[in-house]
């Protein structure tokens, strides 16, 4: 009971409410951000230290304005990244052009370097002794290479007695260039054993190959291989004379198709120095024949891997 002068005391205690842990989630994503704050100031930091060149060299990396190329194995295709010409040397920081209207004149004088003396060949397979004096770009050529892969795919999907001898052969479109391989796969040999006579099915193959490569601009390679198997004991005949005169016969082969003389550079063995299969020089895939096409003038590279 309280006094009437008595003051009234009224005593309030806060209530503790404990509330649930907010969790960590925040974090992962500051982290994140953060790493990509770096790693953006780290871009713009090489980007700041590079020269014009560089720059347009990342810029053709993420945005290529060269046509992908193609690689066909047997009956599989499978789209290959374009390589660059390993012959044209990068120009130095120091000797490239300053001014805007230097660079465009540079980069019309690579752009006449590169499709000059393109197409010596290109109308001789029509009957023509002449060289012609037109030239080829190189984007023109590299289609028409696509286009020759084409029509060999299509043939030997077409036709049926093809069918069990697509797997022997390998064609590999690069840049420039072109590779055609035949190699022995068991029932479908290229040539008997130990002899430099083709088989039926060696005339059939390059039979369908050649109205395809026949009008292409370019110079013509012959490479025998053979596997590491010892020819014969006793004789001086050996796998370095039989890839020679497989390589031989093939290109008779090609001139009895159709193919003109001239474009033929080069008949040549290797005996089983280049395997196509490393690991395995017995392999009989590594019995093939390589039929390399590349531009007149420019630097012949290895037939195979």
């Not at 690579?110 to 393109?118: L, Q, S």
Request: glycine share 6%.
């Amino acid at each position: 009971m309280y006094l009437k002068n008595e003051p009234h005391v009224v005593i309030k205690r806060p209530k503790k409410v404990t509330k649930g842990h907010h969790g960590g989630n925040w974090k992962v994503a500051y982290a994140d951000f953060m790493t990509a704050l770096m790693a953006f100031f780290l871009l713009l930091w090489i980007l700041s230290g590079s020269d014009e060149e560089q720059l347009r060299g990342l810029a053709e990396y993420f945005t290529p304005s060269e046509v992908p190329l193609v690689e066909i194995s047997g009956l599989g295709v499978v789209i290959d990244a374009i390589k660059a010409p390993e012959s044209e040397p990068t120009p130095d920081a120091e000797s490239m052009p300053k001014g805007p209207d230097e660079v465009g004149q540079q980069e019309a004088d690579i752009a006449e370097t590169r499709t000059g003396a393109v197409n010596p060949w290109l109308e001789l397979d029509n009957g023509s002794t002449e060289e012609p004096r037109v030239d080829e770009p190189t984007t023109m050529l590299t289609d028409r290479l696509a286009e020759a892969l084409d029509q060999i795919e299509e043939s030997f999907a077409e036709k049926m007695e093809l069918s069990d001898l697509a797997a022997n052969l390998q064609v590999t479109v690069l840049d420039e260039s072109m590779i055609v391989e035949v190699v022995d796969l068991g029932d479908h040999p290229m040539f008997p054993t130990g002899s430099a006579n083709p088989s039926e099915d060696l005339r059939l193959i390059l039979a369908e190959v050649v109205p395809a490569i026949k009008g292409l601009p370019m110079d013509i390679t012959i490479t025998g291989h053979t596997d590491a198997h010892p020819f014969r004991d006793g004789t001086e005949y050996g796998n370095w004379e039989l890839s020679a005169d497989r390589a031989n016969a093939t290109r008779r082969l090609l001139l009895d198709e159709g193919i003109a003389a001239a474009r033929i550079k080069s008949v040549t063995g290797m005996a089983a120095v280049e395997p196509l299969y490393a690991d395995d020089p017995n392999d009989a895939r590594n019995r093939r024949v390589t039929i390399e096409l590349r531009l007149p003038g420019t630097e012949e590279g290895p037939a195979s891997n």
